[in-house]
């Protein structure tokens, strides 16, 4: 199957029980709309032959079934909610991401996909029904047990377990997209002549340049022009 | 099928050696055949562009792959694992070997520590009675190491430290916030600081090259080609000469030798096709990496070289060691809450510490230096993973889920220092690689069999290092992260090959008994048989390989252009 049409399907089965399940119950700010093209269809960042069949080889892969695919967007959407400005979980394509890693990285298809089971079975014993089918606050009363890593029961620690991979997955799965990145406020990967730490920051800091460090430092207005050295390896431009 | 070319030279391997070779001799006028396993490639090239890419712009956001160990943005073709080019390893041994498949090889993603070796890492057998002296001193190199730093770009200072020496520097970047607090650190813990010495351009030292803008990615290969690769600085220079032909995607097989011995040419596979290629050439000059071309020379079988060219004394693949490495980072509450701003600097540290301090007193015989990490660095797989676990620190509760993890991410951004350090190895004759009788790769080439073990000496070095950072991680205000490894883990030295400064294996000497080159790098074996990459070094110091890698492939070119004027090759 080629990428377009399985993101498609991936659309289409996951449209309606997230309609139902989690937009309805969480007041997903996007009423309902899970991104579902966050990931790019071709990729032009240097990429090697072996590379992009690799890739098409794990966008081809089908490892989830639709019902683990809801459960993911159902925590996804727990973990970091769409009512924020910068939008949430849903809003920056996880689910279609987590898919896409898990199928990557081969040592994480295990624990993600028995979490789920366990999930589903400690949600059964709880409240009769596997995760995605259980009423939201009946959800939230099971992540409040297993999102502690200090909580001690021993029968809890293969969910707590999980939930950690998952707060970790959605956490950079959202952070490295372009509504984490404004999140966080992040300045960088921008062309710039760096001349030093801000003066406030400095001083908010009680930090200071010393000053015998700063004289040997790049005059950043003499930067363009070809440096040139006397014979005592002393710069003269 | 045969090239009816007479090359002057051919060189085998475009990296840091390589390059310097094919520069210094299409310079001097000299037809040259420049032969590289990996393709062609041009970081400026928007197809093979990594840098200034956004993390989204990748499916996995960045992650390590197999095909691409240091992240999916990092320049480097090659790894760890090569598809159809395995090696092999003795029982006891646990090697880890990296190797670039294109243009510039592993300059193209390498740190840019730029650290001339000083007059005593020549001689240390004279200081500690271990391994061996080089035959040449830093008085032989230094003209070599002053003329790349002018040619290629170094940012530094001049400090006149005994053992690292001063050079023709460009001006160093203004510490970041972090560096001022390891600053700090180092100056309460008495250990010394420097400006970093790294191959980036921060001012500009001609029109063809770009000047730095600090987007801290190195790693990926600069498109202004304002950091020193292989490629930009000496390759497309060198092919504008019209006397280079670059012979990509094909790989060296052997060196073809002569009824005297001499070399004829390199016989090579071109890896599209499959199909041979032989090259004739007055002189070969290897720099396929130290590894790579002392498996070059032991499959360069012949009536006249019977064990392999060079290899007449059993040398060939001995002495080979890397620089041992040990890391540790902690967390720094004067760093929670920081201000957000373009924090990206060079690719690397603006400052470090050479080692400070006289072995006479310690148990182990070879020093290290400590590179220093941390910062607001961009976002990529991995970012965000234990979010909010420096909580503890603080007395509050690790965990939980909803819009609150968004402020811990917040507070903790950047708030990590972390340290590393490299240090020297002593060379050892049972440390070797040689040929796996049993064992080919896709070309049917013979691959190398490695055996390696580190000694006591570098496992006491490992324990003082994790010292060392402790003290100074303390001192500037963090609070240690992960356990301290000790004995039962070697004290967290890193695995032998793991550096990535594996050299040693064509070493050079006055005695063809004990070494397989001699000073210029020429084989004792075969007068036109050149080895330019790290294979020569007797000692790897407590420095990062390259530079000394350059100014002895300088010499060594200027060596066999000389020899040539005088009709001696």
Redesign the interface.
Known sequence: MNKTSRRETLKSLLLAPLAAGVASTTGCATGGAVNWN???LE????R?E??RQ??RE??AETYFSEHELVTIAVLCD????S??P?GGALDAGLPE?VE??VK??ENLKLPVRGGIAWLDSYAISEFGADFANISETQRLAI?DRI????VEDPALQPGIRF??LM??LT????????Q??R????????????????E???Q??G?R??PE??E????QS??????S?DDD???T? | MSNADQYDAIVVGSGAGGGMATWALARAGLRVALVEAGPWYDPADEAQRTQFRYPWESPRRGASTRLRPFGDFNACIGGWELDGEPFTTADDTDFMWWRARMLGGRTNHWGRISLRFGPLDFKRREIDGLGDNWPIGYEDLKPWYDKVDKLVGVFGTNEGLPNDPDGFFLPPPKPRLHELYYIRGARRAGIPVYPSRLSILTKRINRERGVCVYCRQCSRACGLHADFSSSTVLIYPAVATGRVDVYSNTMARKVDTGADGRATGVSCIDRENRRELRLNGRTVVLAASACSSARILLNSISAQHASGLGNSSGHVGRYLHDSTGASRAAFLPELMDRDIYNEDGVGGMHVYTPWWLENAQLDFARGYHLEIGGGMNMPSYGFGFAANQYKRFLGERVGGYGNGLRDDVRRFYGSRLSIACRGESVPQYSNYCELDPNVVDEWGIPVLRFHYRWTGQEINQARHMQDTMEELLEAAGGILLGGKPGPERQYGLTRPGEIIHEVGTTRMGDDPATSVTNRFGQLHDADNVFVADAGTFVSQADKNPTWTILALAWRTSEHIVEQMRQRNL
């Open positions: 966050a990931l790019p990729y032009s960042y240097g090697t072996a590379e690799r890739d794990l966008f727990i973990i970091l909610p009512d924020h910068n991401f896409f890693i990557d990285r992540c999102a502690w890593p200090d939930f950690s707060r970790d956490l950079t799965g959202y952070y490295t997209t372009e984490g990145f999140d966080l406020g992040y300045q960088g990967n921008v062309a710039n002549v760096w001349d030093g730490v801000p406030q920051t400095l908010r800091h930090m340049y010393e460090w700063l040997k430092c790049v005059d003499r930067r363009d022009i070809i440096a050295w390896m002393n710069l431009s």
